[in-house]
């Protein structure tokens, strides 16, 4: 099961750009199907040391990493929240993400059109900000006049919601996103149905020139400090031509600068964090995988992710530790030592488990 995570942005911020060098190495997936002017979606592998840790132990098998899924979103202009441009567009594909990847132009280039003349970070980002505001507002308000019907009535879940709806249309109405606003998971739940925009997490992706990070990108630093968010800069261009490389060619080219990884790979790793999930790994049968669920999974959910019929014919999870098995190399040793754990339907997967699953 794949995170769907969305790039947002202003026309020429690089978004385009970035999904090209994140799912270079992913497989196209298929274009949204209530699209007319298809959102593009692929895949990105989630690189993962350890599961790079797991599968040297199993070097025979073949490693699976969990993987995210990004839409590249229609560029965004002032005015999308009443419909201009491919606004409506736009807040349809940005409502079915879990989480916004928040593209900000930070090269200058003559040659590159800006939608507002020139780049201005602060003012870019509000231009974004502010139509997604607009965009809760109004869907808050339309249902604000839905329940006030049923509340009228007298009925008392309602009289509730609309307690609630009053509160964050006041706050939204002062330009406080509600990622920001004080909700209980009850109102969360509440508010699944209408899957408010402002509350999907963010992360700031500064698209840097070739050149690296700049005065532009250090506003992204400052502004999403105070915002509580996360940033990440991406030499865009850069990234999305050596992503293309044969690996060797790629590798050779990092080693040359004195690199470490892509950037795109820690953009990955970033995304990831801004969701509450935990990674669990399996290497039974020819392959070494990583899977994900939410944080609070029991075993019998986790192993449903497997196969679905896991869930039914749960008997019992094995659960051992990655640094057991690299200290005792086998799963025989690691047994003959008492280091498997047996769960039951009642265990909630940790973040980093490597799980066997018994099923009946
Ligand atoms: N100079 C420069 N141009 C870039 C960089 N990243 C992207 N571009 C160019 O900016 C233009 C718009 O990029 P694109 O990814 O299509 O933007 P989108 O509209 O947000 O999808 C393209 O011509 C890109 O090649 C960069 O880091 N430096
Ligand atoms: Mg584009």
Known sequence: MSRTFGLAGLPNAGKSTIFNALTAAGAKVEPYPFSTLQAQKGVAPVPDPRLDRLHALFPEKKKVPTTIEVVDIAGLVEGASRGEGLGNQFLADIRNVEAILHVVRCFEDPDIAHPMGEVDVVRDVEVVETELLLKDLETLEGRRERVSKTARIGEKEAKEELALLERLIESLKQG?????????????????????????????????????????????????????????????????????????????????????????????????????????????????????????????????????????????????????????????????????????????????????????
């Open 176 to 360: 406080i996103p509600l990622r920001a606003a004080t909700i209980s998971p009850e109102e969360k739940e509440k508010l699944k149905g209408i899957a408010p925009l402002t509350l999907k997490p963010v992360l700031f992706v500064a698209n840097v020139g070739d050149e690296g990070e700049n005065e532009h990108s250090q506003k992204v630093a400052e502004l999403a400090r105070a915002r509580g968010a996360g940033w990440v800069a991406i030499r865009g261009r850069l990234e999305m031509e050596l992503s293309e490389l044969p690996e060797e060619e790629r590798r050779a080219f990092l080693k040359e600068y004195g690199l470490e990884g892509l950037a795109v790979e820690r953009l990955v790793r970033e995304a990831y964090r801004l969701l509450s999930v935990v990674t669990f790994y399996t290497f039974v049968g020819p392959e070494v995988r990583a899977w994900t669920v939410p944080a609070g999974t029991k075993a019998p959910e986790a192993g449903a992710v497997i196969h679905t019929d896991f869930r039914d014919r749960f008997v019992l999870a094995e659960i051992m530790k990655l640094e057991d098995l690299e200290h005792y190399r086998s799963e025989k040793a690691l047994r003959e030592a008492g280091k498997v754990v047996r769960a039951g339907r009642d265990y909630v997967v940790q973040d980093g488990d490597v799980i066997h699953f018994i099923v009946a």
